[in-house]
């Protein structure tokens, strides 16, 4: 089993930037990859952005490109999400996730951090 906890989520101005931090803990040493969702109330969770655990290649939604990075920690189990110039339409709950395969959905989640901008 991974837990993930997620960190660092709030109100800010549109414009304005997070850091989005979540901690694994567990099984950490099969995790493959790490990414970040969200999903807004009356809509799908949406993936944003992900990450292998060895060689650290990165993916990021078209909607995010530019504005957002992940980047992890292998040595301390923790994966980030970097979001700058933040828009009211990224304003959703984000929940950090895991898996032990490269391919497929992932399998491990974690309780979801806030993330509100306002106009």
């Known amino acids: 089993q991974v837990q993930l906890v997620e960190s660092g989520g709030g109100l800010v101005q549109a414009g304005g930037s997070l850091r989005l931090s979540c901690a694994a803990s567990g099984r950490t040493g099969s995790i493959s990859r790490m990414g970040w969702f969200r999903q807004v109330p009356g809509k799908e969770r949406e993936f944003v952005a992900g990450?292998?655990?060895?060689?650290?290649?990165?993916y990021y939604t078209d909607s995010v490109k530019g504005r957002f990075t992940i980047s992890s920690d292998n040595a301390k189990n923790m994966v980030y999400l970097q979001m700058n110039s933040l828009k009211p339409e990224d304003t959703a709950v984000y929940y950090c996730?895991?898996?032990?395969?490269?391919?497929?959905?992932?399998?491990?989640w974690g309780q979801g951090t806030q993330v509100t901008v306002s106009s």
């Open positions: 996730a895991a898996d032990h395969d490269l391919y497929g959905e992932y399998y491990y």
């Open positions: 990450i292998r655990w060895s060689g650290g290649r990165t």
